[in-house]
């Protein structure tokens, strides 16, 4: 009652399973409350009502606005048990304490396993180096200043003839200096003095690499004295908040005067968790984290700096800068040290980022060699072709399917989703396996191509997709009129639901395999690469080690080569970014590398079309393409 | 009493002559509570009670703490007329309303000419241009970023190969781009981009010249399209509320751990305040103001940029930094244009700072030349030395009585003040100017020079300063033992008292001259250069015009040359800046300048304690060394 009455009209919420109460307002949403208490819910839309990830179920509603129509669509059955979309549903004024249960598949999940890949071995060089400095102490006689006598002092080591102080540097110089007889000096690319420390620090060098993706921030710190790694850590891109997709990203952030700004700094404040995260793991000061290097697509790059993407999302399509930038971390508001550099991959287009940088980069795409191509699977997914002469590029629509967006079961990469998943042949047992120790909830990518390509090999469904009426198994039913292949049934899924896979579902992925196959043959095509010249095929992104090559193949995702040239190279970006931490080599190939790529324009090629309709079969419309695979096809 | 309820044990203070009723807290002092309420109290030494400007009259003590032993020796018979230290006396817990009157003397008063000496013809090129850029709208073909077609259309005009664009300028460039055909960009230095904006704003373009002196903030705004200045300000450094003293201040900056940061911010709050009101007489819009070029003295120079002055302060005295600086003016918190640079001018050694290399610019002493003296009058004068070779420069303690501190009667140039003064032959009879429409308060540093000067022609006083005991007239008292020459008779002064000299206001000047006079002789002897030699004395400083030529000679504060010889310059360090705002090469000069002069410490010469006893007579102790005025000696 007391409470009630301090607080006026908020309502009285019980979140379950977790127990927790919480206060609402009035006129807020589920979803709104609930992420401002702490509770997460999948929210892949961002809250606009079209994901429907949004579920929960409240017995007693009351207390809430009555369902809207768009509710009802996206709801259908679900509406009788209750259930309703957390983004939709508001509290009403004055209503009386409300139970909201979150079902377990409207769960934010945390990711299992970290996607940086392995190292490869890069000659340590670091921007970024430490000198230790003994410092003539001033007297009567030697009048120079303090920073005139550090410079001589770096100059008897280095020999350099001109070398900066930064601004931030000069104003704690007086006591470092009287501190030790000698200083440590970290320089930057051996011209700028970023930082003085007292003593010989010289066994402390740190330094970031981050990519951020559209739904996913990861960062490693790593040791730059030794290039070791010593933590890394991923987050959701609390961007999310505002829209799974990209897209609407960009609208809020042209939406209202500070929107930029706010996902800007929605940006910084999940980079700096992560930094604090990594450098208490390591046990490493932030002061000591002296560079960090980002990627990120073109979008992602925009929105960190603070720049306008507007015109990033309309035609044509331009961004508004490609080279590389150093700027201080600080200007952006990194949590580093105070003067560290900040250094932004640069850009190829506005549909082609700095991610596809750092997978050159790491890749090695960039030196000359046979003919190969290089895949960075995402909502958009960049190809990268290399064939004697140079680089080609193009970025293909491909949609979040892989990222189980649009799925009925479709989920990400993370606890509970369905890995892999095989279909013994004539019985149709499934086998799967699940990540980590868990019931199955959903498919994430990796299984989605496996269960397609297994119900192709079995002949369940044809090569447009859909099932094929003369087969019989009890796996095959039809729910509300609606023919479903199911998966993991009720009893053994964590839902307590069928874990099902649609004929639309299927077409989610085979328009995005499509585009991404037509996206591999048109630079093929463009280039004169034919499919037997290519050396190897290389894909980037989230699939990491779980996918089948040969599934892969079989569902005509790439072009179809022996399974022996597939390499899954799990976040090339990010080790791009480790790469240019590292080396500062790196870093200047990297400006290099952006200007000497060709961005093809897809929608400009007048062929796109008919390849896209042509890849629109399973694996593709021209069989010869796939002649490999024929003993799989049309049994 | 409905309001003492709500607010406690607040008192009620009525300050007069103002009539302004205000409420204190308990255990504040008189000149705090006046100071938040925005009455100007006189506060010299920054409320330390030394200096014992803020006298204030409170008839019925009871509501105040005692007078303590400093207030008693420092008001000493003022303390029978209820006189108290403002910033002694503190208000006790539940006083009744306390009458606080503010006599004349004690009132912060404003200056009344502007002190930026007239422009000298210099060649207009400034750093910062302003160039129309036609800039392609991008297009499917044209996939150049933002940046990129921006860049090209300046090397279509400029033809530079390496131009580079400020982070922040990314951030608004596609909005920019897209609002007109053609933008201007502000370039700085002809290699970056600091502005872009939309359409023609070629005529717009300004920047500030400031001056941080110990006690006055001058600022001017110039129109660097036509190097007119279109308006001046000054106001009271806001740090004399830490102490009117530079030593205090550091003193200050030390004592805790944000203190420096504070005093950075005071002053950065004082040139925006002034910055704003220049802008506003002007109509200029602050954001495009540019460029501002910063001097003041080595103390001043590392407060404003935030650098630790500790060892400014103690042997060796050792700056952090003496070359010029160019900082973003957002770095430091400047209210212009967010890339706007500010520009530093170097300092020279501890105690010759970025001001004597304005005096130097401005004043072309670094051309070769005959010899010449410049003088920058203040607490520390500044002495610098032209002979065939090159520059020389001492710094003198001088200390403030030139300001009228340590006077009993002096102040300031300021409204109020007698700025000149003459004896008329034999009968004493006293003329004199006050500056403003108002009667006499107190003497400026023009008039005690003055006042000095005639009693000595007179024969009123001796060669040490004394006063004649023969000579007889009525203008002579002793009052409360002390000798004391009436100026003005408390008939015709504005504070009701007598404005008087006594032999110990005499003697401060006389510290002072024969510091001042030390330094020139020093450089002088040092450097080979005879009396006969020199072709000019320079005076900068506070000054201004009204000083008289020949009392300035006859004290013996300058060498004895001809009175046409000698000019005063004013502010010369602010008209310094201002040449370097005009043109870019002025700004590189200034590096060069300040690398060239040779620095000698006075206290380090075996000669300088007799020199200086020697230059603690009226007008020296060798008569031979001011054989033109010989008229005037011992008459
Ligand atoms: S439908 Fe509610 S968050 Fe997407
Ligand atoms: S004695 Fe009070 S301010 Fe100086």
Not at 246 to 269: C, E, F, M, P
Not at 411 to 435: D, H, N, P, Q
Not at 477 to 506: H, L, M, P, Q, Y
Not at 519 to 546: D, H, P, W
């Amino acid at each position: 009652m007391g409470r009630r009455a301090e607080t006026g009209s908020t309502v009285k919420v019980l979140f379950e399973p977790y127990g927790l109460r919480a206060y609402a307002n009035p006129n807020e949403t589920i979803l709104d409350a609930a992420i401002r208490v702490g509770v997460g819910i999948r929210s892949e839309c961002g809250g606009t009502q079209i994901c429907g990830k949004c579920k929960v179920q409240v017995r007693d509603q009351r207390g809430l606005t009555p369902a809207t129509l768009k509710e009802c669509k996206l709801l259908n059955e679900k509406i009788q048990s209750s259930f309703r979309l957390a983004c939709s549903a508001r509290f009403l004024q004055d209503a009386d304490p409300i139970t909201v249960v979150i079902p377990s598949e409207s769960v934010v999940r945390k990711r299992q396993f970290s996607e940086i890949v392995s190292e490869r071995k890069i000659k340590l060089e670091p921007a970024a180096s430490k000198v230790r400095v003994e410092v003539t102490q001033p007297s009567i006689s030697d009048r120079r200043s303090d920073s005139e006598r550090l410079l001589a002092g770096i100059k008897r080591i280095h020999g350099h003839t001109k070398i900066e102080l930064d601004y931030n540097v000069i104003a704690g110089l007086p006591e470092t200096l009287r501190q030790s007889e000698a200083v440590t000096s970290v320089l930057w690319d051996k011209e700028r003095v970023i930082s003085v420390e007292a003593g010989d620090t010289r066994a402390t060098m740190y330094g970031l690499a981050i990519d951020v993706g559209t739904s996913r921030i990861t960062c490693s710190l790593l040791n730059l004295t030794n290039g070791v790694r010593v933590a890394d850590r991923s987050v959701e891109n609390p961007q999310i908040a505002y829209g799974e997709d990209i897209l609407t990203r960009v609208t809020y952030s042209q939406a209202g005067g500070d929107n930029g700004k706010q996902l800007q700094r929605t940006i910084i404040a999940g980079i700096n968790d992560l930094t604090e995260k990594v450098c208490k793991e390591a046990d490493v000061d932030p002061y000591n984290v002296y560079e960090a290097v980002i990627v990120g697509n073109t979008v992602m790059h925009h929105l960190t700096l603070g720049i306008d993407t507007k015109y990033l999302a309309r035609s044509p399509f331009t961004p508004a800068i490609r080279e590389s930038m150093s700027i201080r971390g600080a200007e952006i508001g990194l949590s580093i040290n105070p003067n560290a550099i900040a250094h932004f991959l640069p850009i190829i287009d506005a549909f082609v980022g700095a991610d596809a940088v750092g997978d050159i980069l790491y890749s090695n795409l960039h030196r000359r060699g046979a003919p190969a191509l290089l895949l960075d699977i995402g909502t958009n997914t960049e190809v990268i072709l290399r064939d004697r002469e140079g680089l080609t590029c193009c970025s293909c629509a491909s949609g979040p399917a892989f990222e189980g967006v649009h799925i009925e079961h479709g989920m990400k990469a993370v606890e509970g989703a369905l890995e892999s998943v095989t279909i013994r042949r004539g019985g149709f047992k499934v086998g799967y396996r699940v990540l980590g120790v868990t019931k199955p909830v959903g498919l994430c990518g990796s299984a989605i191509i496996d269960v397609i390509a297994e119900l192709f090999k079995e002949g369940l469904i044809d090569r447009f997709g859909k099932f094929n009426s003369e087969v019989e198994t009890p796996r095959l039913k039809k729910i509300n009129g609606v023919k479903k292949f199911i998966i993991v049934n009720a009893g053994e899924s964590g839902t307590g639901r069928d874990i099902t896979v649609s004929e639309r579902d299927i077409n989610e992925v085979m328009l995005a395999k499509a585009a991404i196959y037509t996206g591999c043959s048109t630079l093929m095509r463009r280039r004169g690469v034919a499919r037997g010249e290519l050396s190897r095929i290389l894909i980037a992104g989230g699939f990491g080690k779980n996918l089948n090559r040969q599934n892969v193949r079989l569902i005509g995702l790439i072009p179809d080569v022996p399974s022996s040239k597939i390499s899954f190279i799990g976040n090339a970006a990010h080790a791009g970014a480790e790469a240019t931490l590292k080396s500062r080599k790196a870093l200047h190939l990297a400006d290099r590398i952006a200007r000497e790529v060709e961005y093809i324009e897809l929608a400009a090629s007048k062929e796109f079309s008919g390849e896209f309709a042509a890849a629109l079969m399973l694996p593709h419309k021209n069989l010869e393409l796939f002649d490999t695979l024929k003993n799989y096809i049309n049994k």
